[in-house]
Antibody, heavy 120, light 106 residues
């Protein structure tokens, strides 16, 4: 069974930084692209970033480009999202999401989400 | 970037009704289109990928069609447990944009 468990969320002041982690199990992590998808309170789903299975390809939404960095440690089956220069508009639940073997893919499994609140 | 729109933004229908939701891409995306269902307070769930392929375990009353720029999700006989918001997502290339969603009520 696929399991994705996010950690690292919390309350941060505008301009601050945070790093989310996602521990993956139940599948061959090194074979699959991974993504982060967020959902602001009462709003729809927003794709944030994706990374290829090897980590060699990374992709970002314009809203986070230059501020967020996606990475993965395939030796530890862990996905990361480093978030810098956070603003209140980044307040959302951040979901770790499993894709397919190809980099551009749909999501077939979701983590429970990590709440990030940006407020002074 | 390719924009994704969905219509209607919300709808109310009766149990047993046939319901059709539409998703439109501003440029052609082939069949690289997925549909998700998100029930209130729950995680999104994959319903359909490659525009018309039903994800394992999804009831057969759900079906998808379309290619290029116009796609539909059909619920052949609406059930009470289908109350949810439905999102489409393009995945032909980055950005992997989601549509704004269609909220379905009974």
């Amino acid at each position: 069974e696929v399991q994705l468990s996010e950690s690292g969320g919390g309350l941060v002041k505008p301009g601050g930084s945070l790093r989310l982690s996602c521990a993956a199990s139940g599948f061959t992590f090194t074979s699959y692209a991974m993504s982060w998808v967020r959902q602001a309170p009462g709003k729809g789903l927003e794709w944030v970033s994706s990374i290829s299975s090897s980590g060699g390809g990374t992709y970002y939404a314009d809203s986070v480009k230059g501020r967020f960095t996606i990475s993965r440690d395939n030796s530890k089956n862990t996905l990361f999202l480093r978030m810098n220069r956070l603003s209140p508009e980044d307040t959302a639940v951040y979901y770790c999401a499993k894709g397919q073997v190809y980099t551009y893919s749909f999501v077939d499994s979701w983590g429970q989400g990590a709440l990030v609140t940006v407020s002074s | 970037d390719i924009q994704m729109t969905q219509s209607p933004s919300s709808l109310s229908a009766s149990v047993g009704d046939r319901v059709t939701l539409t998703c439109r891409a501003s440029q052609g995306i082939g069949i690289y289109l997925a549909w998700y269902q998100q029930k209130p307070g729950k995680l999104p769930e994959l319903l359909i990928y490659a525009a018309s392929t039903l994800q394992s375990g999804v009831p057969s009353r759900f079906s998808g069609s379309g290619s290029g720029t116009d796609f539909t999700l059909t619920i052949s006989s609406l059930q009470p447990e289908d109350v949810a918001t439905y999102y489409c997502q393009k995945y032909n290339s980055a950005p992997l944009t989601f549509g704004p969603g269609t909220k379905v009520d009974i």
